[in-house]
């Protein structure tokens, strides 16, 4: 899914999507994305691409528009030396032992 338009063309193949920020053109577009997905019925998962960090802390701010499921391991497929910042996250064991709880991190 690359525009809020292709929404309609996948409904009769899938029953959700994966937003990512960085092919929908940025929040906007993804807003939109997510509108036509819900007024369609269909699911909202949020996902980024390879990339750093910051790719990863801009999607923690639009995690309500997901249906609880997100994509956030991109920054973790570059070098450490390739990021800018740290996440604003945590990736956490979740109760099924698994990594990919999120954590939010508070400002202390």
Request: hydrophobic content about 40%.
């Amino acid at each position: 899914m690359r525009t809020s338009a292709d929404v309609a063309a996948l409904r009769p193949y899938c029953h959700g999507v994966n937003i990512k920020l960085e092919k929908a053109g940025g929040y906007r577009e993804a807003a939109r994305a997510w509108k036509a997905c819900k007024a369609s019925g269909m699911g909202v998962w949020l996902g980024c691409m390879v990339g750093t960090a910051l790719n990863c802390n801009v999607i923690v701010e639009i995690l309500g528009l997901s249906d609880g499921s997100v994509d956030l391991d991109g920054f973790l497929l570059t070098s450490p030396g390739c990021q800018p910042c740290d996440p604003s996250f945590r990736l956490a064991e979740g109760p099924d032992g698994l990594k990919g709880c999120i954590e939010l991190k508070v400002a202390e």
